[in-house]
């Protein structure tokens, strides 16, 4: 309860996120089976920060016939243990979010004590003791509005109210069975003190995340390339029973300072009909925004001096493909110097993820001690795979579905194409796309909040958009206020 905002911190860290745009292009829905979820784990998450809980003794005169005024006093009054049970609720309304528990028990402890004085007897009469509480069917109820502010979110408390219902004191040590009819002067203090102290340690709790989540970076960098950009681009949208939020999702330089201007796009989100807790949409922009900084800091590029059939990359295998080739340079080791002409392009359908990549492919001689670039071939070439995810990690698989060659220059006579086009197929299918499944293989690390984990995670895919499906698992019992916001991500 207190800490129920710790759902909304959760899903800003699992979306991905990137460059300056103000339009977004990936989305987090927590599901019903989600919220179903985090009710369960931020109950038992509140249960702990607010036990225990000290309330305010009280000191008052009780009258009793013929003694007259007796001082009464209940003193360390401390809520220890509270049940929350399975009757309790979550629900999206239609600007906040509202969590009832209700059949709420609580256990309390006290120290009590009385003593009377009187012109009539000579000595003071007193006694103390212990009283053990029972609070039986409690409701807290809580409405918490989530807004945009700024890019980032901002949470608040509309209502907070505590009701109790039954209170039963049994009094213990001294002559207790003879003040049993004293407690009434305790009831009514520790009703109203339990029904005000709960609701302000939750508006305290709220605040205090309010305020973590204004500070969180607005854009995480995953090396010293690129960055994710965090920023929030529309209110949350509440559904019947989910709550969607849209991120800008782009990435961008790691350098580039991010801008807070925002659109309000409607992005649809699907699950194919499965019950999970939660749903990420990244748009094919935010892959395509990758690609397009990777490529602009010069980090696409790969020099290929083995491959499978190491005789290809000496000359002496071409003198019959380009005579010149070995005429010039006989029997000399050669490189392969490969570089991105232009950024890789994505696109996602319903059936398949699709790239196109358009390379300068130059080729190197190894000649007395020298490299010299004797001819450069632009390929265009044509793949599609599939994404998988497990724990959580984002997989990739891609195979070559066509290429194209043409001759940019070359210092060595011009040759045909068609001549060499068997040999690229090979290298690309032996070479390229291994290499390319190697990286894909080891995976994205998506960020999560520590000690949260994605589990039973499948991918589907739509036009210009992918999602992931996920439960989430909490694997760690300790509070989650002294969890680290954000474990770093990592693209390998």
């Known amino acids: 309860m207190a800490n129920l905002h710790l759902l909304l911190l959760l899903l800003a860290l699992l979306s991905p996120a990137g460059a300056a745009s103000s339009e977004a292009h990936a989305s987090a829905v927590v599901a019903e089976k989600g919220l179903d979820f985090a009710k369960g784990v931020l109950i038992g998450e509140a249960v702990r920060s607010l036990t225990p809980l000290r309330l305010p003794g009280v000191e008052k005169a009780v009258r009793v016939p013929f003694l007259g005024a007796i001082r009464v006093a209940a003193t360390n009054i401390t809520l220890f243990h509270l049940d929350v049970g399975d009757d309790s609720a979550i629900h999206p309304g239609d600007s906040a979010l509202v969590v009832v528990a209700s059949g709420v028990s609580a256990n309390l402890s006290m120290a009590w004590s009385y003593y009377y004085d009187s012109w009539l007897f000579p000595i003071e009469i007193s006694d103390r003791g212990t009283a053990s509480i029972l609070v039986q069917g409690m409701e807290v109820g809580i409405t918490m509005q989530i807004k945009n502010y700024n890019g980032s979110l901002s949470l608040s408390v509309l209502q907070c109210g505590c009701n109790v219902k039954d209170l039963v004191i049994s009094l213990d040590g001294g002559a207790s069975w003879f003040y049993q009819g004293l407690i009434n002067a305790f009831e009514d203090h520790i009703r109203a003190a339990v029904e005000k102290a709960i609701p302000e340690n939750i508006i305290?709790?709220?605040?205090?995340?309010?305020?973590?989540?204004?500070?969180?970076?607005?854009?995480?960098?995953?090396?010293?390339?690129?960055?994710?950009?965090?920023?929030?681009?529309?209110?949350?949208?509440?559904?019947?029973?989910?709550?969607?939020?849209?991120?800008?999702?782009?990435?961008?330089?790691?350098?580039?300072?991010?801008?807070?201007?925002?659109?309000?796009?409607?992005?649809?989100?699907?699950?194919?009909?499965?019950?999970?807790?939660?749903?990420?949409?990244?748009?094919?922009?935010?892959?395509?925004?990758?690609?397009?900084?990777?490529?602009?800091?010069?980090?696409?590029?790969?020099?290929?001096?083995?491959?499978?059939?190491?005789?290809?990359?000496?000359?002496?295998?071409?003198?019959?493909?380009?005579?010149?080739?070995?005429?010039?340079?006989?029997?000399?080791?050669?490189?392969?110097?490969?570089?991105?002409?232009?950024?890789?392009?994505?696109?996602?359908?319903?059936?398949?993820?699709?790239?196109?990549?358009?390379?300068?492919?130059?080729?190197?001689?190894?000649?007395?001690?020298?490299?010299?670039?004797?001819?450069?071939?632009?390929?265009?070439?044509?793949?599609?795979?599939?994404?998988?995810?497990?724990?959580?990690?984002?997989?990739?698989?891609?195979?070559?579905?066509?290429?194209?060659?043409?001759?940019?220059?070359?210092?060595?006579?011009?040759?045909?194409?068609?001549?060499?086009?068997?040999?690229?197929?090979?290298?690309?299918?032996?070479?390229?796309?291994?290499?390319?499944?190697?990286?894909?293989?080891?995976?994205?690390?998506?960020?999560?909040?520590?000690?949260?984990?994605?589990?039973?995670?499948?991918?589907?895919?739509?036009?210009?958009?992918?999602?992931?499906?996920?439960?989430?698992?909490?694997?760690?019992?300790?509070?989650?206020?002294?969890?680290?916001?954000?474990?770093?991500?990592?693209?390998?």
């Not at 990739?396 to 690229?424: P, R, T, Y």
């Not at 949260?452 to 210009?464: A, G, N």
Request: charged share 15%; with cysteine; proline share 5%.
């Open 204 to 492: 305290d709790g709220t605040s205090k995340l309010d305020s973590l989540l204004q500070s969180l970076p607005r854009s995480v960098n995953l090396d010293n390339i690129s960055a994710l950009n965090m920023t929030f681009v529309n209110d949350p949208q509440y559904g019947n029973s989910s709550i969607e939020f849209d991120i800008n999702g782009l990435f961008s330089s790691a350098t580039v300072k991010l801008s807070n201007s925002q659109k309000y796009p409607q992005l649809s989100l699907s699950c194919g009909g499965a019950s999970k807790m939660l749903l990420l949409s990244l748009d094919e922009a935010v892959f395509n925004s990758a690609l397009e900084v990777y490529f602009k800091a010069d980090s696409m590029h790969w020099v290929v001096d083995k491959i499978p059939d190491q005789s290809l990359l000496n000359t002496a295998s071409w003198k019959f493909i380009i005579p010149r080739l070995y005429w010039s340079y006989p029997n000399d080791d050669m490189l392969l110097n490969i570089s991105m002409a232009s950024p890789p392009v994505m696109r996602i359908t319903s059936e398949k993820i699709g790239a196109t990549i358009n390379a300068d492919m130059i080729i190197d001689v190894l000649h007395d001690k020298e490299t010299i670039p004797v001819a450069c071939i632009s390929v265009v070439v044509s793949a599609s795979g599939v994404a998988e995810a497990a724990g959580n990690k984002v997989y990739g698989k891609v195979e070559l579905d066509n290429f194209s060659l043409a001759l940019k220059w070359s210092k060595i006579g011009n040759f045909h194409m068609s001549l060499i086009q068997g040999v690229i197929r090979v290298f690309l299918n032996t070479v390229c796309m291994p290499y390319l499944n190697s990286r894909l293989g080891h995976g994205v690390i998506l960020p999560v909040v520590h000690g949260f984990t994605l589990k039973d995670i499948y991918v589907l895919t739509s036009p210009e958009q992918l999602t992931l499906c996920s439960d989430v698992a909490f694997a760690n019992a300790s509070s989650l206020a002294t969890l680290p916001i954000l474990r770093s991500p990592q693209v390998l």
